[in-house]
């Protein structure tokens, strides 16, 4: 029993000694401090059930503390590597509707029609361009609103060497594995004035408009004055709509090739075959006279591409504007460089550890996803940015793990409240016929369950283990020398 008492004092003189002394409250001493105030608030709040409840786990937590932290970095490493296996879709189809949906099973049923399974296996159509520079003149934020066509005044297909390299062009590049004709019986456009040209210069009786513009020109190349009036001629003799022209010039000239790629195709062959043209169109820029080195390519199936990389750049862009934004809350709030780097490494938790869990349930980064994602973010940097206040409500210096504590204790039973009315609003959407509405349910629970986490495992495990013991101490410093 002596051994028992003399332990229990031991206990209470360590814990007296990192935590803010009470003074006597006298006639002499009327006033509290901040730190007094803030002591008595805790020791009141501990009469609670739930204030009990968190008492004792930070308790578990402080003894364990070095063993969660180790924990929670390994956790955060393999969570990691699973979100990082987040893969953009490999259809364009954005399903609204359940499988067992009527119209969702018709939709199904139609996608698989001989036609359109035919249709899709035949490719789509790339356009291969001169004369327009690509650019987007359209307002971005209105989609209603398209762009203009915007010429490439450096583009002259007059001169003889550029002549030559436009009736090769279309040889060279039919040669390739990822571009054919679009029917077996298309020429290109410069290809077929060529065999123009040699039609008329051999006819007994060639056309007014071979007579009037082409100077007698037997083929290609024709002089340099000549292109422009013998080729606009030709295209209104022949109805060629790919050769464009502007008060009396050649302004435009485009080719049509045939890729394996469709609009919904996977990203990965999306890419592919963007490269492949891109890549091949690039060593042609590199060898073309000048006057006909802007080519470029431009296909409808690059829609679907691009807006799947812009998806995921903009999911990336959304985690690192959300942790840019919480880190200067906390640090308004809190005061405190190591407290706000605590919490960006919270959230970057929330983030890896949400995400992997979309991954095991086969979640692509779609249309749908895109949107939650950036909803996510916004909700995973609440909780921490509570607890990182509450640590800094003591001044002065105050030993990490009383502030370790009070923080838990004072700002947990709000943010269980919090998480519990978040969490059953997730559960209400769960039964929505909407997939939109499923999907949001599934990660807001997501979320909430490891912003829970982080808040109350990642966060303050930190702050037991190696919080500062005057938070503000830094940046007290820093304002005090600038105020001079």
């Not at 359109?116 to 490719?123: F, Q, S, T």
């Not at 298309?186 to 082409?214: G, H, I, T």
């Not at 504590?405 to 209400?428: E, N």
């Not at 807001?444 to 982080?454: D, G, Q």
């Amino acid at each position: 029993c002596q051994n028992t008492a003399s332990d229990d004092s031991n206990a209470t003189d360590i814990e007296s000694s990192t935590r803010p002394s009470t003074p006597a409250v006298t006639n002499e001493n009327i006033d509290l401090t901040e730190s007094d105030i803030r002591h008595n608030e805790l020791e009141a709040e501990k009469r609670t059930l739930i204030h009990r409840f968190l008492d004792a786990y930070y308790n578990i937590l402080h003894k364990f503390r070095w063993f969660v932290l180790g924990v929670v970095i390994a956790a955060t490493t393999v969570c990691a590597v699973f979100a990082a296996q987040l893969t953009l879709p490999v259809s364009s189809e954005v399903a609204i509707l359940p499988d067992s949906n009527p119209y969702q099973m018709h939709r199904s049923w139609s996608e698989n029609l001989l036609s359109n399974v035919l249709a899709k296996g035949e490719g789509s159509e790339t356009l291969i361009i001169w004369g327009l520079t690509p650019a987007d003149t359209g307002d971005h934020l209105n989609p209603d609103s398209w762009t203009t066509l915007v010429l490439d005044e450096s583009f002259d297909p007059r001169s003889e060497s550029s002549q030559n390299y436009l009736i090769g062009f279309c040889d060279r590049l039919f040669e390739t594995n990822f571009a054919s004709k679009i029917s077996s019986n298309y020429v290109c456009p410069m290809n077929r004035f060529d065999e123009w040209l040699k039609e008329q210069s051999k006819s007994n009786a060639p056309s007014d408009a071979y007579l009037n513009n082409c100077d007698g020109a037997l083929s290609v190349p024709v002089s340099y004055e000549t292109f422009d009036p013998c080729m606009i001629a030709w295209t209104k003799v022949v109805n060629e709509t790919y050769v464009l022209e502007e008060k009396g010039e050649v302004k435009v000239m485009q080719i049509r090739s045939l890729s394996s790629v469709v609009f919904d195709s996977p990203f990965s062959d999306l890419r592919t075959d963007w490269n492949a043209y891109e890549d091949w169109l690039e060593n042609e820029r590199g060898t073309a006279p000048v006057g006909v080195n802007g080519v470029y390519s431009s296909s409808i199936e690059y829609w679907w591409f691009d807006t799947n990389g812009q998806m995921l750049k903009t999911a990336y862009g959304a985690a690192a504007i959300a942790l840019v934004c919480a880190a200067v809350v906390v640090f308004i709030s809190s005061r405190s460089f190591v407290l706000t780097l605590f919490a960006v490494i919270s959230i970057c938790y929330v983030l890896v550890a949400a995400t992997a869990c979309l991954v095991g349930l086969g979640w692509e980064l779609g249309f749908l996803e895109s949107i939650l994602f950036a909803i996510l973010i916004g909700i995973s940097c609440d909780f921490v940015i509570h607890f990182g206040h509450a640590y800094t409500m003591y001044p002065g210096s105050v030993d990490r793990h009383y502030r370790s504590q009070f923080a838990l204790t004072h700002m947990g039973p709000s943010i269980l409240a919090a998480a519990f009315t978040t969490f059953m609003a997730a559960v209400v959407m769960v039964f929505t016929e909407i997939t939109f509405f499923q999907k949001f349910a599934v990660i807001l629970f997501m979320t909430i369950v490891h912003s829970t986490l982080a808040s109350f495992v990642v966060f303050i495990a930190l702050c037991d283990c190696i919080g500062p013991s005057e938070p503000t101490k830094t940046y007290d410093r820093i304002r005090a020398k600038l105020s001079y």
